[in-house]
């Protein structure tokens, strides 16, 4: 089956500084990929959608200055995460969809942002 | 905008069978999806329903009304392993582009 790679699996940073995390669709090209955040015990709260070279669609209530995202071949969408605060930490979650048609989101293993 | 609802948790026996339920609002319909997800991991898809009906897979059924904006996730004979949380997703919005999850239901398998 599809594969999606995220890097790192966890990071701790202080405050103040910026993250980057890394979606990597491994054996297929995606066309779409989401990133989610999640709390602990809580749902997936989708951030942004982004399409191969063209703008992240945010979602609402997300600032998109604060969480960039770039998507900029068909195989790879990074997130940074600017500035980050405390209450940035949680689980951040991308995946892949293969075409616009494709109904299956294959999901990476995540990535643990604790910022202290 | 979409949203979703389904229990907060369920509860049942090995060899069981237990149904999940998910309700949603969205514009522009595409389809609806479960996905599993275990403590600690990523979600892991189970299925998808575009069409009313009943759609099988294994120990794993999942049905369609969109008429009623309602589907469910069914399993059988439950193992312990399927001890998870599960999520409904809606794919909706202009182009279909956006899939938006549900709160999750966590579901606890009892020997």
């Known amino acids: 089956g599809a594969v999606v790679s995220q890097h790192p699996s966890w990071v701790i940073c202080k405050s103040g500084t910026s993250v980057k995390i890394e979606c990597r669709s491994l054996?297929?090209?995606?066309?779409?990929m989401f990133w989610y955040r999640q709390f602990p015990k809580q749902s997936l709260m989708l951030m942004a959608t982004?399409?191969?070279?063209?703008?992240?669609?945010?979602e609402q209530g997300v600032e998109k200055d604060k969480f960039l995202i770039n998507h900029a071949s068909l195989t790879l969408s990074t997130l940074t995460v600017t500035s980050a605060h405390p209450e940035d930490s949680s689980f951040y979650i991308c995946?892949?969809?293969?075409?616009?048609?494709?109904?299956?989101?294959?999901f990476g293993p995540g990535t643990r942002l604790t910022v202290l | 905008g979409q949203s979703l609802e389904q229990p907060s948790e369920v509860t049942a026996v090995e060899g069981a069978i237990v149904q999940i339920n998910c309700t949603y609002q969205?514009?522009?319909?595409?389809?609806l999806s479960w996905y599993q997800q275990h403590d600690g991991g990523a979600p892991t898809f189970l299925s998808y329903?575009?069409?009313?009906g009943l759609e099988e897979t294994g120990r794993f059924s999942s049905f369609l009304s969109r008429s009623d904006s309602y589907g469910y996730l069914l399993l059988q004979e439950l193992q312990m392993k399927d001890s998870a949380s599960y999520f409904c997703?809606?794919?909706?919005?202009?182009?279909?582009?956006?899939?938006?999850f549900g709160a999750g239901t966590r579901l606890f398998v009892k020997a």
């Open positions: 995946s892949a969809r293969e075409r616009e048609t494709g109904n299956e989101q294959f």
């Open positions: 054996d297929f090209q995606a066309t779409t």
């Open positions: 982004s399409n191969e070279g063209s703008k992240a669609t945010y």
């Open positions: 969205t514009s522009g319909f595409y389809g």
């Open positions: 329903n575009a069409l009313d």
């Open positions: 997703a809606v794919r909706g919005g202009t182009g279909g582009f956006k899939t938006i």
